[in-house]
């Protein structure tokens, strides 16, 4: 699609979506200020949930709230009559001392009671996890579901920048917006009921001491808030820079030939490494401030209870107050501080989860002109194929003034073939676009029936046409399911008949699977040819009312040519069919032909009335009256070999590992004195953090027996006991902070690592390792933008508090069995059997991976679809991949149930233990103090030491709910890290001798990797000389581009030996050989940079502007360059969307001449080049020829004629050579193919 033309065109007011210089689409100021603010935009996600899914969601919210009641029930019924009964036996003079007997019935019974009150605890529990969970899933699955099908509905302008949006969205966006209706969204409204709850308890027993401390307590809680704050900036910041290495990550994953023939690896990786530097360092500030907050938790929560205990103290001794309240008003209010401990981590992914759904309901919410249009508009009974344009103004919304349609006036009529010509950027394409509503028109009007385009139902017009592009766009599906999108409910046999009249089902019933073979991402399992007749037969089978042909006959060769062109002149019976080509050939027999140029019609009649005339287009006729044998090479059935489709992709093995076990990754990261540093103070201060809960509960133990001395022993005891608590508050705050600080910065000292060396890895792997199972482009992708995510969930600071959860556990327990062994060892066994309850969980691992498998791969097919959009939209096949992907999203949830259960029912029996233990204790423990052996106070404290322990497994396992996954995800980053390469091209080995161009294939065999049954090179032996000009040509499937691709030790050879200037090439070092070539291939690739970057990818060398424009002239893109507002400035766009085919082509070959080459490799360089440009082009190539060695892949009697050699292969064996006129003579093969 051409936007070359430089006009000025005043940007029209109806536009919604505006461009900024930076490449992204903002709101209007309109549209900002009725943007709705980011709570009301949260709960408007919730009407992608049933009835049935707010039913369940409920259920949770109920729960988690009667799960926060629980505790100041608890306290309240149970445990304070206790502490009073104690604190008064203790004191001395008290008659209850000797008396304890006769209250062993009385404690018994609210051991009881404890453990009823743990059954009621495991009931809500399990009913909060599994109802939180399968409505979050369930949610989870709609919303991802109408993103999917808000990006495959939104205008194309829209992703002329934008299209890498989904894959961030998906990797970050929704993943983490889950958090608002799984367990985390549940856990934070237990911790708020318990707080609630706990503050109206305390101002009950005692308003005076609930006073202070909550005012104490909010104040701290205020301080918490501004530092998490404070950290949201970093975070966003970093979320910004990940963004950028995904982007990075998709366009060379998306583009891999190219980057390494060009020699940019080191500039993608220093772009990649750059990204994920600053990435690390705003990291780092958030993690170190939510490691304060976290720390100033602790020490507020020790502040707290001196507040509480020191007005106790005051009021006791004032005779106001009862010492029995004191664990009342203290863990009632209190201990929702320190559950805010870990639930800081919580807090801070809502925080993150709430910007994440704020970012993607808006972009649902956002109903856009055309989104509105596929609802509404016109379907009439039937399709009147008279299509008008009436002076048709059209602009690219992303180039608005560069005007590319200029009053168009055209007539299609109906059951007529019409044709339009012309140059590359003449607007021909752009008519196609038009007519299928990928883009408005921004004056004038098209009518078909009578009726505007406008008022059109998009959905019922594009049911009514099919559309066959250049470029074919294929799935990475089987064959029978790539011709089905064509028609989603097409029985077999109308694919087979659509195949038979594209000329496909020859080759397809020679594959071992036939229309089952799967053919790749993009298709990269067929070559161009299959790929054009398979996309042909979709248009096919669709059996449409209008068919529109862009191009779609330019990839095959003459005889695949005439056959298909005979297809379609069949199916264009009895059908409007509109053609748009640059050869005569193409459009010869059409009843009407339009010739266009510079977006206006010049001429218009029938091929003979145009030849008439002797304008235009006659002088487009006269530069192609070689066209008719412009093609040599020829294609017969039998000539179509079964390697051209890879059937199945090569399973993953071990062996290709460098490294022998997975689990050495992180000790193999941190062999270095630096890290065992950070990680030696990392642990030092994780196991001093840890020691505060025993610490703890021994100063709360001193509190409650200090109320058992007199008055006047009081006051002095009091003030140390504060002192104490004080101190270890001071110490803890500093040790979790460093804890937190020094195991990110270990993290960070090893994850990027792992990260940029598995980024390098993959951009200097051979190409054969992406044919692999597992390591495709988009699985690739996938694993290096979530699995950091994962492993990060894990890790760093959430580590450290894991850590010091675990710790605390094992301090917990040492403490209480130093206090009292026998009370200890009868509370052991609940921890025994949650630990093997937590031992059986992981049977759940198998679905867990399969869960991650089949959510992995959703979104490697959902990004595909949307890299797509375009064929997606005119197929009009949105509802049948949308199912497709819902499907395969219901299938991960129901795989996830099978973990969701056994997590309910660890997490859940968790929970428990605090209420079973504390039951045994005091069941058990009365028996103790009756006889003496401990005092009711060190009772307290064990109880209070060991439940808090045993809260402490809960939040344990919800910090350590993703290590299986993230488990999972440092295996996969290590796998890409650490495989096997046998073509590093960033190594220094190798020779770097001076290269001249002598070109010597001795004796080579060559199969695929993933097709080893097939040969493709047969003993060929080839020889080219220096500064020569060498064409392939030969059937489709004979080896020519294989030739081209292990020049560039894209493969290696099986056999033989390929030798340049007398050297192996196995001998010379690889990046340097490659920075001898030049490579231009048939489909041209660029990347979201300006085109001055396009054109300096991978030039090593300091390039002076001149050398740049001097390619580009050469080139013959110079001029249109300077026609764009920016000129050499201007962006490219994402793979080059801004550009015609035509014109991405001519910067590939700018590309390829400013690196000077010795060796220049032109694999269908000129296919996509209109005549005119072509013959330009092809002028200027034969000018770079000169002095190098130059191989042609061609078809085009034009492009190959003044070869010094042509070269004539079949099925992988050179069977003619010589120059056209000796060739002819012969009248072997090459003269065949010319005579076909």
């Known amino acids: 699609m051409n936007r070359s033309v430089s006009c000025v065109l005043r940007q029209p007011t109806s536009i919604k979506m505006l461009y900024n210089h930076t490449g992204s689409y903002q709101l209007d100021r309109d549209i900002r200020k009725k943007e709705p603010g980011k709570l009301k935009t949260i709960f408007k996600s919730l009407r992608y949930s049933s009835k049935m899914d707010m039913a369940i969601l409920i259920l949770s919210i109920f729960s988690a709230i009667c799960l926060g009641l629980n505790a100041p029930f608890n306290l309240y019924f149970l445990l304070t009559p206790l502490l009073t009964t104690f604190i008064k036996a203790e004191t001395p003079g008290n008659p209850y001392h000797v008396n304890m007997t006769a209250e062993i019935p009385k404690f018994r019974g609210y051991g009881y009671g404890y453990c009823i009150v743990g059954g009621a605890t495991l009931f809500f529990s399990i009913l909060q996890i599994m109802a939180s969970e399968i409505a979050s899933r369930n949610i989870m699955t709609k919303i991802k579901t109408a993103y999917l099908s808000k990006m495959l509905s939104i205008e194309i302008v829209w992703y002329d920048k934008s299209q890498e949006q989904f894959v961030t969205t998906v990797s970050h966006d929704l993943q983490k917006m889950v958090a608002l209706f799984d367990t985390e969204m549940a ?44 950290s949201k900036k970093e975070g966003k910041l970093r979320q910004q820079c990940i963004r950028k290495c995904t982007k990075i990550a998709s366009e060379v994953l998306g583009n891999t030939r190219t980057v390494v023939s060009y020699g940019g690896e080191y500039e993608e990786i220093e772009r990649y490494k750059s990204n994920l530097k600053m990435a690390n360092k705003y990291g780092l500030k958030h993690s170190t401030a939510i490691s304060v907050g976290k720390a100033f938790n602790y020490f507020q929560f020790c502040i707290c209870y001196m507040v509480a205990y020191y007005f106790s103290v005051r009021l006791y001794l004032l005779d106001d107050f009862d010492p029995g ?8 209010q209190i201990n929702s501080m320190y559950n805010c401990t870990y639930m800081l981590s919580t807090i801070s992914d809502l925080s993150m989860a709430t910007d994440s759904a704020y970012r993607v309901m808006r972009f649902l919410d956002n109903e856009t002109n055309f989104s509105k249009s596929i609802k509404e508009g016109i379907e ?48 021909k394409s752009t008519i196609v676009s038009l007519i299928s509503r990928l883009y408005d028109v921004t004056a004038g009007q098209i009518l078909i029936g009578g009726v505007d385009i406008n008022k059109l139902n998009v959905s019922w017009l594009r049911n009514q046409i099919a559309v066959v592009r250049q470029e074919p766009t294929l799935f990475d599906t089987s064959i029978e399911e790539n011709i089905r999108y064509g028609k989603t409910n097409a029985s077999l046999e109308e694919i087979v008949e659509a195949a038979k009249i594209s000329y496909a089902h020859g080759f397809i019933e020679k594959l071992p699977s036939g229309y089952g073979s799967i053919v790749g991402e993009g298709g990269t399992k067929l070559s161009g040819g299959q790929k054009q007749r398979i996309a042909i037969a979709r248009a096919i089978v669709r059996k449409p009312k209008l068919l529109l042909l862009d191009e779609a006959t330019s990839a095959l060769d003459t005889h695949s040519e005439g056959i298909v062109q005979e297809a379609l002149d069949n199916a264009m019976r009895g059908r409007t069919t509109l053609i748009i080509a640059h050869r005569m050939s193409t459009v010869r027999k059409a009843d009407v032909i339009y010739a266009m140029k510079e977006g206006c019609v010049v001429e218009k009649g029938t091929h003979s009335e145009l030849m008439e005339l002797r304008g235009y287009y006659y002088s487009l006729a006269k530069i192609q009256e070689l066209e008719e044998k412009d093609k040599v090479v020829g294609l017969n059935e039998e000539s179509i070999p079964k390697e051209e489709l890879i059937e199945d992709a090569v399973p993953f093995n071990e062996d290709d590992l460098e490294m022998p076990q997975n689990d050495k990754i992180i000790w193999m990261s941190i062999k270095n004195f630096k890290m ?25 133990s ?65 190409i054969s390792w992406f044919d692999r199972s597992g390591n495709s482009p988009n699985e690739c992708l996938e694993i290096l933008t979530s699995s950091p995510t994962l492993i990060e969930s894990v890790a760093g600071d959430r580590a450290a508090q894991v850590a010091i959860f675990m710790l605390s556990v094992l301090f917990a327990i040492g403490y209480s069995f130093l206090v009292s ?43 595909e679809y949307v890299q797509n959009v375009k064929t997606i939209q005119i197929l009009n096949c949105q509802k049948y991949v949308i199912s497709r992907y819902q499907d395969m999203l219901v299938c991960s949830q129901k795989e996830a149930n099978v973990s969701i259960a056994w997590y309910a029912a660890v997490y859940s029996f968790s929970k428990t233990l605090i209420r079973w233990s504390m039951g045994i204790l005091f069941i058990y423990g009365t028996y103790v103090i009756a006889n003496g052996n401990v005092r009711g106070t060190s009772l307290i404290s064990v109880v209070f ?27 996969q980053l290590y796998r890409i890290a650490y495989a096997k390469n046998s073509l590093n091209t960033l190594t220094d080995q190798g020779m770097k001798p001076e290269i001249s161009g002598n070109i010597l294939f001795q004796n080579v065999m060559f199969t695929y990797p993933t097709r080893e049954k097939v040969q493709v090179l047969k003993e060929l032996n080839l020889k080219i000389e220096a500064g020569k000009t060498v064409a392939l040509v030969g059937d489709s499937g004979c080896g020519k581009s294989t030739i081209v691709s292990l020049l560039e030790r894209f493969y290696l050879p099986n056999e033989g030996k390929i030798f340049i200037d007398g050297n192996d090439i196995n001998d010379i070092n690889v990046r340097y050989l490659r920075s001898q070539m030049g490579l231009v291939s048939q489909e041209p690739v660029l990347f979201d940079m300006t085109i001055k970057e396009n054109i300096l990818y991978g030039s090593e060398e300091k390039v002076t502007m001149d050398k740049i424009i001097e390619a580009a002239k050469i080139a013959n893109i110079h001029n249109f360059i300077m026609k764009l507002p920016q000129a050499y400035d201007t962006s490219a766009g994402e793979r080059g969307s801004k550009l015609s085919g035509g014109q991405k082509q001519r910067i590939a070959i700018a590309r390829a001449v400013l690196r000077n080459p010795k060796i220049l490799l032109l694999d269908e360089a000129t296919s996509a080049l209109d005549t005119e440009n072509e013959k330009a082009v092809q002028k200027a190539l034969e000018n770079a020829s000169i002095g190098r060695t130059t191989i042609v892949i061609a078809h085009r009697l034009s492009t190959i004629r003044k070869a010094d050699k042509i070269v004539v292969i079949q099925s992988g064996v050179v069977v003619e050579e010589g120059n056209h006129e000796q060739l002819m003579e012969r009248r072997g093969h090459y003269y065949h193919l010319l005579s076909r």
């Open 325 to 332: 309240y004191l664990a009342m008003v203290l863990i009632s």
């Open 676 to 700: 065992i540093v950070v990680w030696f103070f990392a642990i030092f201060f994780t196991i001093t953090s840890s020691t505060f809960l025993p610490t703890f509960h021994y100063i709360f």
């Open 187 to 230: 856990n934070a409204i237990e911790m708020f009921s318990f707080f609630i709850s706990g503050c109206i308890a305390g101002f009950i027993v005692s308003w005076k001491v609930a006073l202070l401390t909550l005012v104490t307590m909010l104040t701290g809680m205020m301080v918490t808030f501004f530092i998490l704050r404070a």
């Open 702 to 766: 001193l509190f409650c027996q200090s109320f058992t001395y007199t008055k006047d022993e009081l006051r002095h005891i009091a003030l140390t006991d504060i002192g104490y608590l004080f101190g270890l508050g001071t110490v803890t705050f500093f040790s979790v902070v460093l804890s937190g600080v020094m195991s990110t910065a270990a993290t960070q000292l090893w994850l990027p690592k792992l990260q940029k060396k598995a980024f390098n890895r993959i951009v200097s792997m051979d």
């Open 945 to 971: 030491t060991l439940s808090m322990a045993s809260s402490l497994a809960g939040p344990t396992l919800i910090l350590t709910s993703q290590y299986p996954a993230a488990r999972q995800a440092i295996k």
């Open 380 to 427: 009439p009974d039937t399709f009147k194929a008279d299509i008008s344009f009436r002076n048709v103004q059209f602009s690219y919304p992303t180039n608005l003034h560069a005007k590319v349609l200029h009053d168009l006036t055209l007539d299609i009529e109906p059951g007529k073939v019409t044709a339009v010509i012309g140059t590359s950027g003449a607007g």
């Open 821 to 863: 062994p026998s009370i200890t060892l009868a509370n052991l066994p609940i921890f025994l059997v949650f630990f093997i309850i937590n031992c059986l969980r992981l049977k759940s691992r198998d679905a867990d991976a399969r869960s991650a498998f089949l959510t992995t791969r959703s979104t490697k097919v959902a990004t």
